[in-house]
């Protein structure tokens, strides 16, 4: 315990704080607005009472400063009214009756004398992605694929050049001077070349088919690179945070950049210990530097500059017109049997979130994948297989009357309604 206990004199102040107590004190009350190292909504405040004892500024003060700021300038306190000026009169917390005069005492030792951060742990490093891979053979492969190509032309070319020399005359018979001459001669090597070409142009084809209409595994760049492993998994954001329309309608939404600034105007830098193969904290910050460019903040005075540009991000689910989806009626109302249902057929793979059912693991991937085909087939497969949760109040309402005749045919309990039984296989009713 001695350890933690500091005492350092600053210009004949006595500090003497509990400097791990201190850090949490700091991280519960004062990270909303204060970093140590630099300037958010309140001013840094690492070293605050050696660099206001420079100014002049006593210990007292600034023990009165956060216990309660606004007592201390209506007082008629100078300064405490200069540095709310200086801040365009933005609002500290009052903390009298929730912070002990104990209490500012380790705050302050802990922004006096932050403990060095433990040699960082070495960043969690993710799997590389298969798919990478395969590119690399193939571009590989399809360079083979030109360099032979643009030998046999060069060869070609040489053997047609015309020459006197007699010496040569005897070669001249021997000497290919066609492509056809070349592939008898050589027949080995041009079928393994023939058979590169046709390979690298079928998996073309193929690729180009797959991508037709069906685009399970779409993943577009996007114009900031946002991660939903960092978000959703490792830092445990709720998906409805951010998409909050799911439960009340039609569509999921992206969420707007205003959105994002609830967190991202205190959190301005990346220092998580997951980074992506290949990436860095640098590339994390850079991109979280992009939201303020769109919306427009000026970090430095932390003030908006009034300056937006709307960030365009590329939609990568998309039914056609004809389609209707409603995510309400599959949230909210399908939620407990969809989480259920598909726990059942898939043992090894239990969800508890229901979006996963038709997402997948979205809070392992950094960029969004389309999860399943989202073909009529798959909308269907489920409705056959899915019961209707007939507790939840709108189902109850509705269904009452079919589920009592049910239960008459099939006895009780045995009485298990599946989507389809409401009409989910009805053209009509995901079809306008
Ligand atoms: C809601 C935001 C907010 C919170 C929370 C907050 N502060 Fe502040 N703080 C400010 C602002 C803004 C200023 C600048 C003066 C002003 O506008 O009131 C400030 C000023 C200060 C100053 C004066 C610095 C100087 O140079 O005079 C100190 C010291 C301080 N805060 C400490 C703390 C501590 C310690 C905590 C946590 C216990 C805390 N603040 C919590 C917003 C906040
Ligand atoms: C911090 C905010 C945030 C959280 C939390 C979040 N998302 Fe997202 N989501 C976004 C943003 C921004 C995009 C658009 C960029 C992209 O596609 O990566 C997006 C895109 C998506 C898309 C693709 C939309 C399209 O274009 O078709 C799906 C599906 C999705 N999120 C599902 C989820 C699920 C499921 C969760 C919870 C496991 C979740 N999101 C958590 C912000 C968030
Ligand atoms: C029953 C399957 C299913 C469930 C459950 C589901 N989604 Fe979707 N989601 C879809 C389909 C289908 C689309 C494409 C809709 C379209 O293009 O009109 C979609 C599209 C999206 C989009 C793109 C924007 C939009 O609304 O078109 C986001 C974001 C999204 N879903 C997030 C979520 C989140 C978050 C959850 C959980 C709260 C969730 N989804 C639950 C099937 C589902
Ligand atoms: C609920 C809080 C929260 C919201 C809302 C939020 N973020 Fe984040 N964001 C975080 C946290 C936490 C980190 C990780 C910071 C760290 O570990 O240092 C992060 C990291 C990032 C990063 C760097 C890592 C990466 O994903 O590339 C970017 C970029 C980012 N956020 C963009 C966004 C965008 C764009 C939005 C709005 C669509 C958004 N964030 C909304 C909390 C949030
Ligand atoms: C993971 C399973 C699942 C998938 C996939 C799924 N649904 Fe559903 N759907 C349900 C459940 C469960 C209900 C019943 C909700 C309730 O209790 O009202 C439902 C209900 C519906 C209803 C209302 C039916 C009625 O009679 O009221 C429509 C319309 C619908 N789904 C459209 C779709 C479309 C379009 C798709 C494909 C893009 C789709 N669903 C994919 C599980 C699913
Ligand atoms: C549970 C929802 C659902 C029901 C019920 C449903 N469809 Fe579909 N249907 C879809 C979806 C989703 C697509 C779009 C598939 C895609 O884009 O790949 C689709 C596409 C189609 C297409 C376009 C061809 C295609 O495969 O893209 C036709 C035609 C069609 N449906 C006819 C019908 C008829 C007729 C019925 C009634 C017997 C019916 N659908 C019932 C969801 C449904």
Redesign the pocket.
Known sequence: MLALLTSISVFGQELSGDVKNGEKLFKDNCTACHALDRKLTGPALKGIVTSLAAEGVDKEWIHKWIMNNEALRKSGDKRANEIFEEYSRTLMDVFEGRLSDQDIEDILAYAENPPVPEEEAAPVVAQKDDSENLSYILLAFASIGIILILTLLKINQLVRLKTSSAELTELEAARIKTLSQFYNRYQGLSCSIISIILVLSLYGVWAWLMGLGVDKGYAPDQPIYFSHKIHAGENNID??LC?SG?KYGK????PSLSVCMNCHRNISEYTGKYIEPGKSKEFYTAEIKKIYDYIGWDEENQAYTGIQKSVKWERI???PDFVY?N?SQ??VAGEKT?IADYNRKNPNNQIDV??K???GAIDTEDVVKMAND?TMGWCIDCHRTTEVDMNNGYNAAYFNKLHEKLKKEYGEGKSKITVDAIGGLECGKCHY
């Open positions: 998906c409805q998409h799911a569509v999921s939404e992206i689910h998309n039914m989806f995510h599959h949230v969809i229901v979006c059912a038709c997402h989202f």
